[in-house]
């Protein structure tokens, strides 16, 4: 997995702990793009997490992808 990835992954955590859930998370463009993720990069690193089995993504066309951590606690 690549930085990008990694900072995917830790603002996924970030929200999830903030918001005491693993599933149905939207991640914050703000938030992911002040860790430097822009939307490129951001699909290709939800697609990296997701084949890894890290979490897994809903995506609806016009809307924020939709996150759920697999294993693990918020």
Known sequence: LGGRSLAVAIVANFVAGAEGRQDNLKLPRSVL??????????????????????IEVSRQRGRRPRITIIGGKP
Do not use: D, P
């Open 33 to 54: 793009e002040s860790f430097g993720v822009h939307i490129g990069a951001e699909k290709r690193a939800l697609n990296a997490l997701e084949s890894h089995g890290l």
